[in-house]
């Protein structure tokens, strides 16, 4: 057999460990000083307990041997651990942690598909003669962010994304995992159902009720039987329990096809300002590639994912190839404005597509001056970012949001 990396498929899926109570650590000892590390309070970071929504978003390693929760309201959280100290979350902040991350990946991967704000996915085929061995630079590429952002992530690594996922989901923190399509009897076969992707509590109940208890029990259950009893959805489970991704290798295309990001939002989008502000970072963030790449696109796509995991796409073919931000900002959103029906959203996807090479953009008399104009604010952002860190300069929308937001948390 040839190692490993030097042909086919190579993925990696990186997460970050404990990611807000991570980054809320970094933001009260770096921008306020503090000498305490919260990773080693009793401490969670989530709502005001005087607020019914306040929820726990994440906890230590110390509040979690009580038994505390993601998801619970923080005033039972309080009632099990009396000494728990709680920090009301600094999105803002966990978003330029979370930039200054996908800047790393994107030094070195030729592909990076983020897929939360702490979560990416990264295709590294064909980058053995750039890198070595995949498993030996993963180990590297970990370290770094270690070293120079004051995290710590898990990297999975397989051939395909399904693999790459399950693996970084093992033993944490600051670790490498693989898990290989012939290491799946023995590494992921003996978990039980809820850990393996797309399973929910509902699903998972459903499999137990049934007599399946691990994933191995799921790929020795007939197909049929999971198909019957669990529709398509059965369909996705059994394939991903015996190691296919065909749900998630469709994304892969899409993304090499043009220029797309996507995330995955941690509480239900509902109403459509918060949604507006997610597709404003999107548009950002797939316009500084295209610009960076010196393309522009002449098809804009937006896609949602509700909460029943039910995905809706919408496109257009714009009058004429763009790579403004703005231009695709207002774009976006109006695909969005067709495309959604009100219920509550779990991931907000942009793509561009039809990409062409930049340079001479055919002339347009509707937008030319507003286009010249967005362009040289665009150039003006990429320059600051590029001297000063993606965090230097945001655009004002950012900052409202920011501010609704915090108001709304507090
Ligand atoms: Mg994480």
Request: proline share 3%; aromatic share 10%.
């Amino acid at each position: 057999m040839t190692e490993f990396g030097k042909s086919g498929n190579v993925f990696f899926h990186i997460d970050v460990n404990n990611a807000f109570l991570s980054w809320e650590a970094l933001y009260r000892m770096r921008e306020l000083g503090e000498t305490e590390d919260i990773r080693e309070l009793d401490a969670i970071v989530g709502g005001d307990i005087s607020k019914r929504h306040g929820i726990v978003l994440a906890k230590s390693m110390s509040a979690k041997k009580y038994g505390i929760k993601t998801g619970e309201p923080v005033v039972s959280a309080k009632k099990k651990c009396p000494s728990l100290q709680s920090f009301e979350p600094h999105m803002w902040y966990y978003k330029e942690r979370s930039l200054e991350l996908m800047e790393v990946f994107q030094k070195y991967a030729p592909v990076v598909d983020q897929y939360s704000i702490d979560e990416a996915f990264l295709d590294m085929s064909g980058t053995y003669t750039l890198y070595g061995a995949p498993v030996a630079f993963a180990h590297k590429l970990k370290d770094e962010i270690r070293d120079t952002l004051g995290f710590t992530v898990n990297i999975g690594i397989s051939s395909n994304r399904l693999l790459a996922k399950m693996a970084s989901d093992f033993r944490k923190p600051d670790r490498v995992h693989t898990l290989f399509p012939d290491e799946i009897q023995e590494k992921m076969w003996p978990l039980p159902v809820e850990d393996l992707f797309y399973v929910g509590h509902s699903t998972a109940s459903r499999l137990h009720n049934l007599g399946i208890h691990t994933i191995g029990d799921i790929a020795k259950t007939d197909f049929n039987v999971m198909e019957s009893n669990f529709k398509s959805h059965g369909v996705v489970i059994y394939n991903f329990a015996n190691g296919f991704d065909f749900t998630l290798e469709d994304r892969t295309e899409a993304v090499q096809k043009g220029y797309g990001n996507s995330t995955t939002i941690p509480y239900d989008i509902k109403d459509s300002e918060d949604a507006y502000h997610t597709i404003l970072g999107l548009c950002e963030s797939v316009c500084t590639r295209m610009r960076r790449d010196d393309v522009q696109a002449l098809v804009l796509s937006v896609e949602i994912k509700d909460s029943n995991f039910l995905v809706k796409r919408h496109q257009r073919t714009l009058l004429s190839p763009t790579d403004v931000t703005d231009e695709c900002y207002e774009i976006a959103c109006e695909l969005f404005d067709e495309l959604w029906d009100g219920s509550p959203i779990r991931l907000i996807g942009v793509s561009a597509n039809k990409v062409t090479d930049g340079g001479v953009r055919q002339m347009n008399l509707f937008d030319m001056d507003t286009h010249d104009k967005r362009k040289s604010l665009d150039n003006a952002l990429d320059s600051i970012r590029d001297k000063y860190g993606s965090g230097a300069v945001k655009r004002g929308s950012f900052l409202t949001t920011d501010k609704k937001m915090d108001k709304y948390d507090r």
